[in-house]
């Protein structure tokens, strides 16, 4: 059982940047992809985006290509969200997940494990 607890959100003003962490423990961290989503008011959880097991691959939803960052630290157990040029709409809850797998890419799905979420908000 793997337990992903998150940090970092807070409110920022519009084109500001925050980082937020998610700290995984209880299982080998280096056999997990790990993905980050967000949960705006009213609407569905979306996915933002994902990292390999080892680190090498990342993937992203269009809206924050180009802003956003994933990256892990696989020695600490941690896996970051770096959010950069922060919009009033990247406003929402954003959960870590975890997802084990074999595989070297990021997969598909990455629900296996979920975080408590963290809030961002980000005023105009």
């Known amino acids: 059982q793997v337990q992903l607890v998150e940090s970092g959100g807070g409110l920022v003003q519009a084109g500001g940047s925050l980082r937020l962490s998610c700290a995984a423990s209880?299982?080998?961290?280096?056999?997990?992809?790990m993905g980050w989503y967000r949960q705006a008011p009213g609407k569905e959880r979306e996915f933002v985006g994902g990292?390999?097991?080892?680190?090498?691959?990342?993937i992203y939803t269009d809206s924050v290509k180009g802003r956003f960052t994933i990256s892990r630290d696989n020695a600490k157990n941690t896996v970051y969200l770096q959010m950069n040029s922060l919009k009033p709409e990247d406003t929402a809850v954003y959960y870590c997940?975890?997802?084990?797998?074999?595989?070297?890419?990021?997969?598909?799905?990455?629900?296996?494990?979920w975080g408590q979420g963290t809030q961002v908000s980000v005023s105009s």
């Open positions: 997940a975890a997802e084990r797998t074999p595989s070297l890419r990021v997969p598909q799905r990455i629900d296996d494990y």
């Open positions: 209880g299982g080998t961290f280096g056999i997990y992809a």
């Open positions: 990292i390999s097991r080892g680190g090498a691959s990342t």
